[in-house]
């Protein structure tokens, strides 16, 4: 248990289909992260919300498109993506965003067929 | 540009000692953090290092030297459960965390 939860664990979509990540905190942060990562690569920030606020966008697609409703909550809406978007989504959390570490999720292993 | 170097993959025997390198290039430096991830879980903090030394937490040991852009995590006393991926990461002048590839460590009993 690392304080952060990701829901589903797995998922498998069509190119067509829309359908949602979550991810909950329960450290009492104030940051929250969506990184993906994939085989052999590094990790790859994608969206920053340092107290609900967007503060980092790292030329994401615009398939792909976060929400964060409160410190404690992030969601990753997924629409239109491609096989190549498969990958695990790690979220993170971390209290501030200067120097401090940050906690991660078990992470959601998305397919894309 | 910004880079994070470590080798992709490392084999070692239980009970043995390894050590695992990352050398960077960023663009001004805030800590370095290692991180280990089994298969499948969620990457979990071992270390951070801002000041050039050695950090020891038991089993494992952290070093950083600042002017050559190098660390290195080491392992004692191998055990199997140690067998996972190892990730470095530095934290830039803006607080960016840039991250490496990872370390795949297998051990062979």
């Known amino acids: 248990e690392t304080g952060v939860t990701q829901t589903p664990r797995h998922l498998v979509m069509g190119m067509t289909n829309k359908k949602s990540l979550k991810c909950e905190q329960h450290?009492?942060?104030?940051?929250m992260y969506w990184y993906k990562q994939s085989a052999k690569k590094p990790l790859e920030l994608m969206f920053v919300?340092?107290?609900?606020?967007?503060?980092e966008n790292n030329s994401v697609p615009s398939r792909f498109s976060p929400e964060c409703p409160n410190s404690s909550h992030l969601f990753l809406h997924l629409h239109t993506l491609q096989p190549e978007d498969s990958a695990l989504y790690l979220c993170?959390?971390?209290?501030?965003?200067?120097?401090?570490?940050?906690?991660f999720g078990e992470g959601s292993w998305l397919t894309v067929v | 540009g910004q880079n994070i170097d470590q080798p992709t993959e490392m084999t070692a025997t239980e009970g043995a000692i390894v050590q695992i390198n990352c050398t960077y290039q960023?663009?001004?430096?805030?800590?370095l953090f290692w991180y280990q991830q089994h298969a499948g879980e969620a990457p979990t903090f071992l270390s951070y290092?801002?000041l050039d030394g050695l950090e020891e937490k038991g089993r494992f040991s952290s070093f950083l030297s600042r002017s050559k852009g190098y660390s290195y995590l080491l392992l004692k006393e191998l055990q199997m459960k140690d067998s996972a991926s190892y990730l470095c990461?530095?934290?830039?002048?803006?607080?960016?965390?840039?991250w490496g590839a990872g370390t795949k460590l297998i051990i062979k009993p």
């Open positions: 919300y340092n107290f609900k606020e967007q503060t």
């Open positions: 290092n801002v």
């Open positions: 990461a530095v934290m830039d002048s803006n607080y960016q965390l840039i």
């Open positions: 450290l009492g942060h104030n940051a």
């Open positions: 960023t663009s001004g430096f805030n800590g």
């Open positions: 993170a959390s971390s209290q501030g965003t200067d120097g401090n570490t940050i906690y």
